[in-house]
């Protein structure tokens, strides 16, 4: 049976742009999808899912994105769904996402328990899990620690790799003095670092309250996979790999290298998440599941997965909102934790009537 496909794309300034080591980012593009499986009017249940694609992580455009869609047509065979070319993975997820939620919603309807979780998805969900507080660039880091700190926050994310490293080096003991007692650091490269730089970080990250290094060296860069291992191999404070992981066959290719890190994963951008997820699991794997700064729809997929995951949890990267200029289309509000209840709550629809 035909499924009536929807999309709807938006264009969202940020509260505050981002900066990372790729520059200020201003707004999100992405677009959202609606699947049902009855003619408008009739319509019983809905699937809702998300394409936020990142290109300067290896995924499509969303002028890409939206052209897939296009191409689908309004009414499309569901096995057209799974069919789509590994080059599109943010549309390629959004559609699992909307098909599973689908699923879901129509179990709903017909009163009976829904059997179509993934397959890294375990069968009793955690009540919530820990949040990291993202923290800005440079020196506004040290203003930034108290309230998140006072608000219970014990992990935070620091982004460096922005500005000159001998100056980020100096802020870190600073930055680590103001940390709650406990608390742990994530250091955020963004890719921004060569290999001497790196060693320099992680050098200094010695006996220090640094939970990884993540993503030192950029996907691109000639060689990168080997000098990731051979970092990975040579410090104490473990690496966990971001950029890397676009589409589910940067997972296995990991998984088959050995990696000894973290495996931050952003699941709107694996393409597969069941599959590639199911591999993690299988190897035992650390995740650390992590926001692409997508809009409520695409938090509630990811962040129902996050809670279904069956390894041990580790504090999510989803301490981003409010991070709309528009609050309709935020996810749940930056907090140390993230309840079952606050992403059941999360209403996709509403974010769909904001971008009508």
Same mark, same amino acid.
């Given at each position: 049976?035909?499924?009536?496909?929807?999309?709807?794309?938006?264009? &969202?300034?940020?509260?505050?742009?981002?900066?990372?080591?790729? @520059?200020?980012?201003? /707004?999100?593009?992405? !677009?959202?999808?609606?699947?049902?499986?009855?003619?408008?009017?009739?319509?019983?249940?809905?699937?809702?899912?998300?394409?936020?694609?990142?290109?300067?992580?290896?995924?499509?455009?969303?002028? !890409?994105?939206?052209?897939?869609?296009?191409? &689908?047509?309004?009414?499309?065979?569901?096995?057209? &769904?799974?069919?789509?070319?590994?080059?599109?993975? @943010?549309?390629?997820?959004?559609?699992?996402?909307?098909?599973?939620?689908?699923?879901?919603?129509? %179990?709903?309807? =017909?009163?009976? /328990?829904? =059997?179509?979780?993934?397959?890294?998805? +375990?069968? %009793?969900?955690?009540?919530?899990?820990?949040?990291?507080?993202?923290?800005?660039?440079?020196?506004?880091?040290?203003?930034?620690?108290? *309230?998140?700190?006072?608000?219970?926050?014990?992990?935070?994310?620091?982004?460096?790799?922005?500005?000159?490293?001998? $100056?980020?080096?100096?802020?870190?003991?600073?930055?680590?003095? =103001?940390?709650? +007692?406990?608390?742990?650091?994530?250091?955020? %490269?963004?890719?921004?670092?060569?290999?001497?730089?790196?060693?320099?970080?992680?050098?200094?990250?010695?006996?220090?309250?640094?939970?990884?290094?993540?993503?030192?060296?950029?996907?691109?860069?000639?060689?990168?996979?080997?000098?990731?291992?051979?970092?990975?191999?040579?410090?104490?404070?473990?690496?966990?790999?971001?950029? +890397?992981?676009?589409?589910?066959? $940067?997972?296995?290719?990991?998984?088959?290298?050995?990696?000894?890190?973290?495996?931050?994963?952003?699941?709107?951008?694996?393409?597969?998440?069941?599959?590639?997820?199911?591999?993690?699991?299988? =190897?035992?794997?650390?995740?650390?599941? +992590?926001?692409?700064?997508?809009?409520?729809?695409?938090?509630?997929?990811?962040?129902?997965?996050?809670?279904?995951?069956?390894?041990? *949890?580790?504090?999510?990267?989803?301490?981003?909102?409010?991070?709309?200029?528009?609050?309709?289309?935020?996810?749940?509000?930056?907090?140390?934790?993230?309840? %079952?209840? $606050?992403?059941?709550?999360?209403?996709?629809?509403?974010?769909?009537?904001?971008?009508?």
């Amino acid at each position: 049976m035909p499924l009536h496909l929807q999309f709807r794309r938006y264009r &969202l300034p940020f509260r505050t742009p981002v900066r990372t080591a790729h @520059g200020l980012w201003a /707004e999100r593009e992405g !677009l959202l999808v609606r699947l049902t499986d009855a003619a408008e009017g009739a319509v019983d249940a809905v699937g809702w899912g998300e394409a936020a694609p990142i290109p300067w992580f290896g995924t499509e455009t969303a002028d !890409l994105a939206e052209a897939a869609l296009r191409d &689908l047509g309004e009414w499309v065979e569901p096995e057209r &769904l799974a069919d789509l070319p590994a080059g599109v993975p @943010g549309v390629r997820q959004a559609l699992q996402d909307a098909r599973a939620d689908l699923a879901r919603a129509t %179990a709903a309807v =017909a009163g009976t /328990e829904n =059997a179509t979780a993934g397959a890294a998805e +375990s069968a %009793a969900p955690k009540p919530y899990l820990g949040v990291a507080a993202l923290l800005p660039a440079g020196r506004p880091v040290l203003a930034a620690i108290g *309230p998140k700190a006072e608000a219970g926050f014990r992990v935070f994310k620091w982004k460096v790799g922005v500005g000159d490293v001998a $100056d980020e080096l100096a802020l870190l003991d600073d930055v680590c003095a =103001a940390l709650p +007692s406990g608390a742990k650091l994530r250091l955020d %490269a963004n890719g921004a670092l060569d290999r001497r730089r790196a060693e320099r970080w992680l050098e200094r990250c010695a006996d220090r309250p640094v939970e990884f290094l993540e993503q030192p060296i950029a996907p691109e860069t000639r060689g990168a996979d080997d000098v990731l291992l051979g970092l990975a191999g040579d410090f104490p404070t473990p690496l966990a790999l971001d950029e +890397s992981l676009v589409g589910g066959g $940067d997972v296995e290719r990991w998984l088959g290298a050995g990696w000894p890190g973290i495996f931050v994963v952003k699941p709107l951008l694996l393409g597969d998440a069941d599959a590639a997820l199911a591999a993690l699991a299988k =190897a035992k794997a650390e995740v650390v599941f +992590s926001s692409a700064l997508e809009t409520a729809v695409g938090a509630k997929a990811a962040l129902r997965r996050a809670l279904a995951w069956s390894g041990a *949890p580790r504090a999510l990267g989803f301490g981003v909102w409010p991070l709309f200029a528009d609050a309709r289309c935020d996810g749940p509000y930056a907090a140390p934790f993230i309840r %079952a209840e $606050d992403v059941a709550r999360l209403d996709p629809e509403a974010v769909w009537n904001a971008l009508s």
